[in-house]
């Protein structure tokens, strides 16, 4: 088991790694529906969302390879694997929307209007980052109820 993917100090990496993902695609896909919305927004900050989104794709990338060893230690669920290994299509598909957007953004000058092409393109943009966060949920919430369902179903809650 003495992969990079596997442990860290001692911790699964993968469970170190999802929050990441948890984070980024979702904010990616925040700042690539504004991007769409407002071309000001998209040349103003598309660097950064750039950046976020290509880290949200690198850190699906992670998190798909970490889940694969630590599933060799504790067993594999198998929907969240099954949801966890297509993520990365997801990730990386937002992240080339929201580096074309921001290419051709930039290549527009600041007095004219997109192109009605490049309009049609940003509601693409839009339907992709919705796609996009609303598989980072499923995926989230299989990984979740598969590591602690079972364990809240078993316990006695100590509040109130």
Known sequence: MDSLFDTIGGLPVHALVVHAVVVLVPLSAIGAILM???RSFSRRFGTIVVILSGAGA???LVAKE?????AERVGEPEQHASLGNVMPYFAIGLFVLILVLWLVDRGIPANVSR???LIVF???VVIGAVVATWWTFRVG????RAVWEQIVTSTNSKVG
């Open 36 to 38: 769409a919305l407002r």
């Open 58 to 60: 690198i850190a699906s």
């Open 66 to 70: 970490s889940g694969e060893q630590l």
């Open 115 to 117: 192109p009605t092409w």
């Open 122 to 124: 940003a509601v693409i």
């Open 141 to 144: 919430d299989s990984g979740a």
